[in-house]
């Protein structure tokens, strides 16, 4: 049988990538935009949010619109996906991505930095899951791609805290992805390692050693790159990716392999 669709084209589809103001997130906005979706960015930070959006816009044809707050708050989130709906009447895809952990030895975290790392990370997907959902289900079509870590299979140095919040979000694809299944929605999590971008070099300043171990254990010999993330996430946005759904993918130059 022919198979008509056009998988490797998001032309009019509308995407929401959380924490997409910079980094990772910035490289997955850019990689949709490029295939033809109007993309929602968001980040915490006012000003750095709406410039990304205004660089991105002008590397592209698609539409990019901005949306800046704290996703792990319900009412931004509910203002979020809103602003999405109002402007293109729709959400085809969701990207998961926002968060950051405070990495460090997990008896010298804090109650604050342990609140944090959680927040940051599992509640910003489990509000904007929840939230969007819903125009999900209406349309009978969707994807959801989270953003994990590697970490959380191989128990990476100064991670628990990271890995308590990345794990939610491995546990919860695996969840929503078999009661949404039926309806042509599919969740997935892209897990990469080290990831060469501005939070590693932040822990390779404070310890460069550490920095140098999370590398090590990868075979390929360095970090991933941003772009390596993005397009992972690209596949799965994609028509050609409507028959996996619940999984974890490693996107990690072998460091855990099966």
């Given amino acids: 049988m022919e198979d008509n669709r056009m998988s490797e084209s998001l032309e009019g589809k509308v995407a929401i990538v959380t924490g997409s103001a910079r980094g990772i997130g910035r490289a997955i906005a850019l990689k949709l935009a490029h295939s033809g979706a109007?993309?929602?960015?968001?980040?915490?930070?006012?000003?750095?949010?709406?410039?990304?959006?205004?660089?991105?816009?002008?590397?592209?044809?698609?539409?990019?619109?901005?949306?800046?707050?704290?996703?792990?708050?319900?009412?931004?989130?509910e203002e979020m996906v809103k602003y999405t709906i109002d402007s293109w009447g729709k959400i085809d895809i969701l990207v998961n991505n926002a968060g950051g952990g405070v990495i460090l030895p997990f008896l010298e975290q804090t109650p604050d930095t342990l609140k944090t790392t959680i927040n940051r990370n599992l509640w910003t997907a489990i509000?904007?899951?929840?939230?969007?959902?819903?125009y999900m289900v209406e349309a009978r079509q969707g994807r959801i791609i989270n953003v994990g870590a590697d970490s959380v299979r191989n128990g990476l140095w100064e991670h628990a805290a990271y890995n308590a919040a990345k794990g939610g979000v491995h546990a919860m694809t695996t969840g929503l992805a078999r009661e949404f299944a039926e309806g042509d929605i599919t969740v997935n999590t892209v897990a990469p390692p080290a990831v060469d971008c501005e939070a590693l070099?932040?822990?390779?300043?404070?310890?460069?050693?550490?920095?140098?171990?999370?590398?090590?254990?990868i075979p390929k010999?360095?970090?991933?790159?941003?772009?390596?993330?993005?397009?992972?996430?690209?596949?799965?946005?994609?028509?050609?990716?409507?028959?996996?759904?619940?999984?974890?993918?490693?996107?990690?130059?072998?460091?855990?392999?099966?």
């Fill in 221 to 258: 010999g360095r970090a991933a790159r941003e772009e390596e993330v993005a397009d992972s996430v690209w596949y799965l946005s994609t028509d050609g990716a409507s028959f996996i759904t619940g999984q974890v993918i490693s996107v990690n130059g072998g460091s855990n392999m099966l």
């Fill in 38 to 77: 109007n993309v929602l960015i968001s980040g915490t930070n006012e000003e750095r949010t709406h410039k990304a959006c205004e660089e991105m816009q002008a590397l592209t044809k698609s539409q990019i619109k901005y949306y800046a707050g704290d996703l792990s708050e319900e009412e931004n989130v």
């Fill in 201 to 217: 070099d932040r822990i390779r300043e404070r310890d460069s050693g550490l920095v140098d171990k999370y590398i090590d254990i």
């Fill in 127 to 134: 509000w904007s899951c929840y939230k969007v959902l819903p």
